[in-house]
């Protein structure tokens, strides 16, 4: 059975560090680009980063360049969202999803979804 599922969310001060996990299942995670997207209360889904199939040249949304960093280990079937320098509005269920192709979607045309897990930051 194919399953992404996301880990690490919680409750952190603005300033902190969280490390999201997107662990898979049931599918050739390495022929897949991972994305992480996030969604606030009463906002559109929004994209925050993506890897290739093998790691290479990540995107990120401008509002988390320089403090969110992405990273995949093939060999364990995981992607890491590293976010550190927390703020307010980082506050939101984060998602990650799995196309199968070798480049990052440009859209959110991907092809499975987790089912999230929750950040806040707040003091």
């Known amino acids: 059975q194919l399953q992404l599922v996301e880990s690490g969310g919680g409750l952190v001060q603005p300033g902190g560090s969280l490390r999201l996990s997107c662990a898979a299942s049931?599918?050739?995670?390495?022929?897949?680009?991972i994305g992480w997207f996030r969604q606030a209360p009463g906002k559109e889904r929004e994209g925050v980063s993506c890897?290739?199939?093998?790691?290479?040249?990540?995107t990120y949304a401008d509002s988390v360049k320089g403090r969110f960093t992405i990273s995949r280990d093939n060999a364990k079937n995981t992607v890491y969202l590293q976010m550190n320098s927390l703020k307010p509005e980082d506050t939101a269920v984060y998602y990650c999803?799995?196309?199968?192709?070798?480049?990052?979607?440009?859209?959110?045309?991907?092809?499975?979804w987790g089912q999230g897990t929750q950040v806040t930051v707040s003091s």
């Open positions: 049931g599918f050739t995670f390495d022929s897949y680009s």
């Open positions: 999803a799995a196309k199968r192709r070798f480049f990052c979607p440009r859209d959110q045309s991907y092809d499975y």
């Open positions: 890897s290739n199939k093998i790691g290479g040249d990540p």
